[in-house]
T-cell receptor, first 113, second 114 residues
């Protein structure tokens, strides 16, 4: 089975810019969640997508948005980047009813300068 | 809001030593509990999970965890660590009524000296 793949692996952006991160879910998984992991901290839940709709959101502002496509892949978009957005962004896929069998990707390291 | 605390931020052990990593959560309702491991340069991997039933849960690579409801704890244990267990360990909680969202602790970085 394929795992979760994320692209790009590393990215440097300037404050105020916009960024799009991509995630391909594991084969057979229909739900995608995004997490932000700041340096030295645990991952924090951003939001989850199921059937192409947002299905739960953490404490993140509206400039964090996402999409899920019919093939269950997903994008995370962040507008008006701030320095504090520098973090590792993790994508996790799962299948509803699979008792939270999350599979995590290796993440995208975003640096905002 | 619920929170998860991992009190040990850094742990250094010698090979064959026993390991116990603490995890406490703050939520009075039904919870699902997880331990994840992140080896250097790799993605988060599930070590074990607890949903219901026997509070002593066995996971991969010889790890186990015990859910103690009265203490709101889910500590991770391993009787004898190996150098290959060097990694960062994360406890995570899902509230029974909060969909699939996981709340993670801050992590414990374990270094095992050969």
């Amino acid at each position: 089975e394929t795992g979760v793949t994320q692209s790009p692996t590393h990215l440097i952006k300037t404050r105020g810019q916009q960024v799009t991160l991509r995630c391909s879910s594991q084969s057979g998984h229909n739900t995608v969640s995004w997490y932000q992991q700041a340096l030295g901290q645990g991952p924090q839940f951003i939001f989850q997508y199921y059937r192409e709709e947002e299905n739960g959101r953490g404490n993140f502002p509206p400039r964090f948005s996402g999409l899920q496509f019919p093939n269950y892949s997903s994008e995370l978009n962040v507008n008006a980047l701030e320095l504090d957005d520098s973090a590792l962004y993790l994508c996790a896929s799962s299948n509803t009813g699979a008792n939270y069998g999350y599979t995590f990707g290796s993440g995208t390291r975003l640096t905002v300068v | 809001a619920q929170s998860v605390s991992q009190h040990n931020h850094h742990v250094i052990l010698s090979e064959a030593a026993s390991l116990e990593l603490g995890c406490n959560y703050s939520y009075g309702g039904t919870v699902n509990l997880f331990w994840y491991v992140q080896y250097p340069g790799q993605h988060l991997q599930l070590l074990l999970k607890y949903f219901s039933g026997d509070p002593l849960v066995k996971g991969i690579k010889g790890f186990e965890a015990e859910f103690i409801k009265s203490k709101f704890s889910f500590n991770l244990r391993k009787p004898s660590v190996q150098w290959s267990d060097t990694a960062e360990y994360f406890c995570a909680v899902n509230l029974g009524d909060a969909g699939n969202m996981l709340t993670f602790g801050g992590g414990t970085r374990l270094m095992v000296k050969p």
